[in-house]
């Protein structure tokens, strides 16, 4: 199954998208439940309930599509330096506040937040915050969405609390990210969180061993797998839940592979007029234009 928000003529929504991606099924939703996207639905679905009825279907090409959770209820939590090769490119970057000598590997995940009002959808601006920041960069990342929640969550029963997966695109302005140490700013920018295309259910796509790429203007940046993983999904749920309650519709992105900007030497900030488009197989495409 997969879950798109969207708007259409004006009006926010959230509906199943066809088999072919051709057109989608609009749910029927209470008003406060629209702008929140795939949230409801999610949380239904955890439940064990059944969807709401379905209205007749719109040609996808009728409407906009926004974030799938356009709106998170919390955090989006975050997992920095979790594929080798990016783990060493970053500490080696001089911009990783968090790298010791010798210890570019993380021996336990390193978690931070994006705040929810920096999601946009899969092909809105990003916007480069001028005067503030130009050092600009680009994470394509594998998105889980929890379904059922919990806490003291095993990796050995992680998989029962995953709904399923999205893209989402960690922009993050280099320079806040090191000189402020903790990273939550510098991820948090307004725009700085791409979100989509959907939500596609667990049953449709093997989260722990899809392909993850990214191009800038057409070149190809970031190309790996996420059975590359330094800690995997359970282990990322079962960390996370240890201390912290996890609710339906949480995010938790699981980390960006070799290929960022500040890899580069010279980096290779993104500048307005960029245009970053990720892919994951299973899941779809977005596409945005730096502004
Ligand atoms: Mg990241």
New binding site residues.
């Given amino acids: 199954m997969r879950i798109a928000a969207f708007t259409h003529q004006g009006q926010p929504g959230a509906g199943i998208v066809s088999a072919d991606g051709l057109s989608i099924q609009p749910v029927e939703l209470a008003a406060h439940e629209k702008p929140l996207g795939a949230q409801s639905l999610i949380e239904r679905l955890s439940r064990g309930d059944a969807l709401p009825p379905l209205s007749a279907a719109i040609a996808i090409d009728q409407v906009t599509l926004t974030a799938p959770l356009p709106r998170p209820r919390r955090n989006i939590f975050?997992?920095?330096k979790n594929y080798y090769a990016h783990a060493r490119e970053f500490a080696g970057s001089g911009f990783d506040s968090s790298a010791k000598s010798g210890g570019d590997v993380p021996a336990h995940p390193i978690i931070f937040t994006k705040v929810p009002e920096c999601v946009v959808g899969p092909t809105d601006d990003i916007v480069i915050p001028k005067g503030v920041s130009e050092a600009i960069d680009y994470?394509v990342?594998l998105a889980v969405v929890i379904g059922k929640g919990g806490k003291g969550i095993t990796a050995a029963r992680a998989m029962d609390h995953v709904w399923g997966y999205t893209i989402v695109n960690?922009v993050?302005a280099r320079d806040w990210q090191a000189r402020h140490q903790q990273w939550d700013m510098g991820k948090s920018f307004d725009t700085f969180c791409p979100m989509g295309p959907w939500l596609v259910s667990k049953d449709e796509c093997d989260g722990n061993k899809v392909q993850v790429r990214c191009w800038v203007n057409g070149e190809i940046r970031q190309d790996a797998n996420t059975a590359d993983l330094i800690f995997n999904i359970p282990f990322l749920i079962e960390t996370l839940s240890a201390g912290i309650t996890l609710y339906p519709g949480d995010v938790i992105?699981t980390?960006?592979p070799v290929g960022v900007g500040i890899g580069f030497k010279p980096p290779k900030y993104l500048v307005a007029g960029d245009v970053v488009k990720m892919e994951i197989e299973g899941i779809g495409v977005i596409e945005n234009r730096l502004v």
């Fill in positions: 975050c997992v920095g994470e990342e960690d993050t992105a980390g960006t």
